[in-house]
């Protein structure tokens, strides 16, 4: 595809004004969120204690742009620990309002505080007694006052170069609602495993929720020789379970070493007749092992600090269980 070498109105699209021009936005963008840590102060700690206290959901409001943002930000709050949903206020006030409760927290954000969709419903909500959090640009906006507490969110000017479109002001109240989830993740002890437990179906959910016993190899697919096989017999266990790999295992079923591919071709440099090789010369005594009951995504660490493709997976007894490799990872999904 031929790329245009101006814009529709004729201005060259050089590569060096392109690249400005973004430089500027991300410019402007980070300097709006960098001026907001100094504002941070005791609004913010009344917020996430009224946050912390609420006994039913947060329940956050925007129109347009900001709406989009709420969106995002009551995920976020969602997934880490404090319920919440996003509501359009356009919507509330046409029956939407019954999803907020006494014991709801509302938050609203509008950058000019003047919103008439969350205006026209404030009132309702304050006849409910829901406590109103309002992140604006405005701290003498209507919302902003009528709020119980109000995050300022203003910034210098946007990115936009007309200043027109929300770009600042949108990355500015994303950015704080962040801080807002954070702060309360913090401060309710959210651990990795509450974190899983929101997000089971994500490789994030795999990551922290699958152990090694719930992805290794084992029974008759686990790939195993005793350690009077020869050379040979190895290889075609190894062949037949796919792995890549196999354990040696002593007359207990203890595993005494692994036998890779890796392995092999460092054996046919030394060795002209594999025929005559019986395993126990040329395995890796011992090998690196891991328990069933440990993350499979300690597994991972473990192999890639090791540089090794395959592990063996031992009970508390010292017993062989299993066995996985980097493949068997990936197809589980947890790297």
């Given amino acids: 595809m031929t790329l245009p070498a101006d814009s529709p109105d004729g201005v060259a699209l050089d590569a060096?004004?392109?690249?400005?021009?973004?430089?500027?936005?991300?410019?402007?963008?980070?300097?709006a969120v960098r001026q907001l840590a100094p504002r941070l102060g005791e609004p913010f700690v009344h917020a996430c204690r009224?946050?912390?206290?609420?006994?039913?959901?947060?329940?956050?409001?925007?129109?347009?742009?900001?709406?989009?943002?709420?969106?995002?930000?009551?995920?976020?709050?969602?997934?880490?620990?404090?319920?919440?949903?996003?509501?359009?206020?356009?919507?509330?006030?046409?029956?939407?309002?019954?999803?907020?409760?006494?014991?709801?927290?509302?938050l609203a954000l509008s950058n000019s505080g003047e919103t008439a969709e969350i205006l026209l419903i404030l009132p309702m909500i304050r006849r409910l007694g829901v406590s109103l959090i309002a992140i604006t640009g405005d701290p003498k906006s209507t919302l902003a006052r009528e709020a119980d507490v109000h995050l300022d969110a203003s910034v210098e000017r946007e990115a936009?170069?007309?200043?027109?479109?929300?770009?600042?002001?949108?990355t500015a109240c994303l950015a704080l609602g962040d801080a807002l989830a954070v702060a309360l993740l913090h401060t309710r002890g959210f651990s990795r495993?509450?974190?899983?437990?929101s997000h089971p179906g994500?490789?994030?959910?795999?990551?922290?929720?699958?152990?090694?016993?719930?992805?290794?190899?084992?029974?008759?697919r686990l790939p195993a020789v005793s350690e009077g096989a020869s050379l040979t017999e190895a290889l075609l266990e190894?062949?037949?379970?796919?792995?890549?790999?196999?354990?040696?295992?002593?007359?207990?079923?203890?595993?005494?070493?692994?036998?890779?591919?890796?392995?092999?071709?460092?054996?046919?440099?030394?060795v002209d007749n594999v025929r005559t090789v019986g395993i126990a010369d040329v395995m890796?005594?011992?090998?690196?092992?891991?328990?069933?009951?440990?993350?499979?995504?300690?597994?991972?660490?473990?192999?890639?600090?090791?540089?090794?493709?395959?592990?063996?997976?031992?009970?508390?007894?010292?017993?062989l269980v299993g066995a996985l490799n980097m493949h068997t990872l990936l197809d589980a999904g947890v790297i």
Wanted: aromatic share 2%.
């Fill in 193 to 197: 495993e509450d974190f899983s437990r």
């Fill in 50 to 106: 009224l946050l912390l206290a609420c006994r039913g959901r947060v329940v956050v409001l925007g129109m347009g742009k900001s709406g989009h943002v709420g969106g995002k930000i009551a995920a976020t709050l969602a997934s880490t620990g404090t319920p919440a949903f996003f509501v359009h206020p356009g919507e509330a006030g046409h029956g939407d309002l019954g999803m907020i409760t006494a014991p709801d927290v509302v």
């Fill in 16 to 31: 060096p004004t392109l690249l400005q021009l973004a430089r500027d936005v991300l410019d402007t963008e980070a300097d």
């Fill in 238 to 270: 190894i062949t037949r379970k796919g792995l890549g790999m196999t354990a040696v295992v002593d007359v207990d079923g203890r595993a005494v070493g692994i036998f890779t591919d890796g392995d092999l071709r460092r054996v046919l440099e030394k």
């Fill in 202 to 220: 994500g490789k994030l959910g795999r990551r922290l929720l699958l152990h090694v016993a719930d992805v290794m190899v084992k029974n008759e």
């Fill in 284 to 319: 890796t005594r011992g090998g690196v092992r891991i328990r069933p009951d440990l993350l499979a995504a300690e597994a991972a660490q473990l192999m890639e600090r090791r540089r090794i493709n395959a592990l063996l997976v031992e009970n508390a007894d010292g017993r």
């Fill in 160 to 170: 936009c170069p007309l200043g027109l479109a929300p770009t600042a002001s949108t």
